[in-house]
């Protein structure tokens, strides 16, 4: 059995997943982590040198592996692996997929507090807001870019759960209610 959790950023695809792999038996993979020690870089490095389309064919190429592979474990993805219809039917293929959700204002609180891993975070949007603050631009980004993905974590998800003012033990219980 494969279990994915889909989200954006700061939804708690990492820390949720690897609880629920220990509650399950099962393995945990963060697929953001396992596709940088196999490149040997850092995503935010890919990005800048190589540019998005480079990672986005990297991270297809694991999901694919993964989803594929005949092994059981909790998979925690990367909040952009939705934005290829062939990640979508691979995910869903390879079991169920939980959608964490989360609002904006939470979203971008988590990641403000995440202040020691955010110079690694490749900003995700090209269009900026010259008189925007950093957090405004920051709300813009996740608003904007939430809105855009939506359809797809929806088209994606075998059920949904919301993350907001709640703790993991909640959350994990949740899932494993729904699975
Ligand atoms: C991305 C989210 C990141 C990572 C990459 C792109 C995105 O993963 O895959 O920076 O497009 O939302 P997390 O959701 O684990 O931060």
Redesign the pocket.
Known sequence: MKISLIG??GTG??TIGAKLAEDLHLGFIDA?QLLQERAGRK?SEIFATDGEPVFRQLEADLIHELANSKESFVLST???VILRPENRAALQSAGPVVWLKATPRTICTRLKLDSATAHQ??A?LAETKPDHTPEEQMLYEVTTLLARREPFYQETASFDVTTDERDETQIVREILEKL
């Open positions: 954006y950023r695809k990492t953001d995503i990367g909040g952009g975070r490749p995700l």
